[in-house]
């Protein structure tokens, strides 16, 4: 959706380097997701936020870092890439501001990282 | 954790022929989303199934939800080429938001 926008869409980067990437949403929806996605294992959780400066980890946590200072941007970071990071990373919002089972969530386009 | 299991992980089906998949749970699940994915994109919610035995449709796409909330089911009639992509199910507890691995269709013309 045109309300979510990742950046860059596409980055190569080499192993050990630090690399964020970033995720802004132009509503003002409370929780915001970071999900990677590969191929035999679906998407799996890196970390969540449920509002500005409240974040918490999901599945797969380790080797990232996310921030919220603001309620429509939640930056991950990769402190120090590695191969096993190369994925397809994608942001998404959840609808709702209480953290109900029946919001739905809206992605976006998704970034490709590829880790040398 | 609580975790959905799709099956197939692929399916390959003829143009015109039908299909169905299956997302399994071992606990009762509160709801059920349905996402698709095409190839190259990201996923896009289709439809939410909250109660026991629900059968909902759109167009040539049915889903269903198990009379004991453990399991959602997707059927689609007379396959067309626009329904090659993966299909997510995804189940909430809580904050706890938890898609399946996906089932990849492909289709044959």
């Known amino acids: 959706d045109a309300g979510i926008t990742q950046s860059p869409r596409y980055k190569i980067t080499e192993t050990g380097r630090q690399v964020t990437l970033m995720c802004h949403q132009t509503?003002?929806?409370?929780?915001m997701f970071w999900y990677r996605q590969d191929l035999g294992h679906g998407l799996r959780l890196i970390y969540y936020?449920?509002?500005?400066?409240?974040?918490d980890k999901g599945e797969v946590p380790d080797g990232y870092v996310v921030s919220r200072s603001k309620t429509e941007n939640f930056p991950l970071t990769l402190e120090s890439a590695t191969r096993s990071q190369t994925s397809v990373y994608f942001c998404a919002i959840r609808t709702g501001t209480s953290g109900g089972a029946t919001d739905t969530q809206y992605f976006g386009p998704g970034t490709r990282l590829t880790v040398l | 954790g609580q975790q959905v299991m799709q099956i197939p992980q692929y399916q390959h089906v003829q143009e015109g022929e039908d299909f169905t998949t299956y997302c399994n749970s071992s606990?009762?699940?509160?709801?059920i989303q349905w996402y698709k994915q095409r190839p190259g994109g990201h996923p896009v919610f289709l439809i939410q199934l909250v109660k026991s035995g629900e059968v909902k449709k759109q167009k040539r796409l049915t889903f269903q939800f198990g009379e004991a909330k453990k399991n959602s089911s997707l059927h689609i009639t007379a396959t067309q080429t626009t329904d090659v992509g993966t299909y997510f199910c995804r189940q909430a507890a809580g904050n706890k938001l938890t898609f399946g691995g996906g089932t990849r269709v492909l289709v044959k013309p």
């Open positions: 936020s449920a509002a500005a400066d409240i974040t």
């Open positions: 606990t009762t699940l509160s709801n």
């Open positions: 509503w003002s929806h409370s929780y």
